[in-house]
């Protein structure tokens, strides 16, 4: 795969610095290290919150949250952070939830859920479940859903479950998956043509994978891999952006292709040039400033019931 001719130079200044804080090697670490390299970085790339936002910290069901807002919201959303289910928290992604928050207007309730090893499959899904629970109770607007990575999994997974959930579902609007890892074949696509893709490898994907589930699967489970489901029917409004020169790509197209299929809404923009994580550049990289404005789009869009994908 020609890297150097399908990503820019700012892209390149980007995967320079995060490779200085993130290792390429970091799966090697120990758990606890990866985690400590991986705030380092998050910090390096952090932007400072807009004036106008103010957060709360609270523990909900069990689960911390911390709550975005500025001024009165309309909306709510529900962020689940990326990591591989095994980095990431409140700080990681503050910065982001806090931008999404000032774009929108809306509020925003970033997801604290636990990681693994030391907490399996399916305790990530469960808090998840237990903040979005408290959201709809607690508030009187209705929630789209955003998340990037293995966020993009739990948020599609909430979204699978709910259906069964008639107070739930009902005040779920729409869902946007950022670069998500939903289970798809790692034996073709994008997983072998992106394979030692910077940013994420294949090995890195499958590690992740496997982490949250030491002892392996039983049977196909939509909470573990919303693209396992046979059922995806009545889904919320979807909005997927996957990153073209990534090995988890091909998964946002096989969502796509099932929620339409099943007859349901479902868009997706594929970002040229773009690897896995680029929401950390959104304020140094001007193809990836840009995908963020049309998250951030998608996010109002879906909020206020509009559709503007036909």
């Known amino acids: 795969m020609d890297y150097e001719r399908l990503i820019d130079e700012e892209t390149w200044a980007f995967i320079r610095k995060t490779g200085e804080c993130y290792p390429e090697d970091a799966v090697e670490l120990s758990i606890q290290e990866q985690r400590a390299v991986y705030d380092e970085m998050a910090l390096e790339f952090r932007a400072p919150r807009p004036d106008l936002v103010a957060t709360v910290d609270r523990e909900v069901n069990g689960v911390p949250v911390r709550v975005y807002s500025a001024g009165d919201p309309s909306r709510t959303v529900l962020f689940c952070h990326g990591g591989g289910f095994v980095v990431g928290g409140l700080e990681s992604h503050d910065d982001v939830c806090a931008e999404i928050c000032a774009q929108t207007g809306y509020r925003v309730v970033a997801v604290d859920y636990r990681l693994a090893p030391e907490h399996q499959h399916p305790a990530m899904?469960?808090?998840?479940?237990?903040?979005?629970?408290?959201?709809?109770?607690?508030?009187?607007?209705?929630?789209?859903?955003?998340?990037?990575?293995?966020?993009?999994?739990?948020?599609?997974?909430?979204?699978?479950?709910?259906?069964?959930?008639?107070?739930l579902a009902k005040r779920i609007l729409g869902q946007v998956l950022v670069y998500g890892a939903f289970g798809g074949d790692v034996n073709k696509g994008s997983y072998i043509e992106h394979a030692q893709a910077p940013m994420l490898t294949r090995d890195e994907v499958l590690f992740y994978q496997d982490v949250r589930r030491l002892e392996g699967p039983d049977a196909p489970d939509p909470t573990y891999a919303p693209l396992q489901d046979e059922d995806f029917s009545d889904l919320p409004a979807t909005v997927l952006i996957?990153?073209?020169?990534?090995?988890?790509?091909?998964?946002?197209?096989?969502?796509?292709?099932?929620?339409?299929?099943?007859?349901?809404?479902?868009?997706?923009?594929?970002?040229?040039?773009?690897?896995?994580?680029?929401?950390?550049?959104?304020?140094?990289?001007g193809r990836a400033r840009d995908s963020f404005e049309r998250i951030s789009a998608a996010v109002e869009a879906l909020g206020q019931g509009i559709w503007p994908y036909d």
Do not use: M, Q
Request: aromatic share 6%; proline share 2%.
């Open 242 to 285: 996957s990153a073209d020169c990534d090995p988890l790509r091909d998964d946002s197209f096989d969502y796509r292709d099932r929620v339409v299929e099943a007859g349901g809404r479902a868009h997706l923009v594929n970002e040229p040039g773009l690897i896995h994580g680029f929401l950390r550049a959104r304020h140094s990289v």
């Open 125 to 167: 899904f469960d808090d998840a479940l237990s903040a979005l629970t408290w959201a709809v109770e607690t508030y009187e607007e209705d929630v789209v859903l955003l998340g990037d990575s293995a966020g993009a999994n739990i948020c599609a997974a909430l979204a699978h479950a709910t259906r069964s959930k008639a107070e």
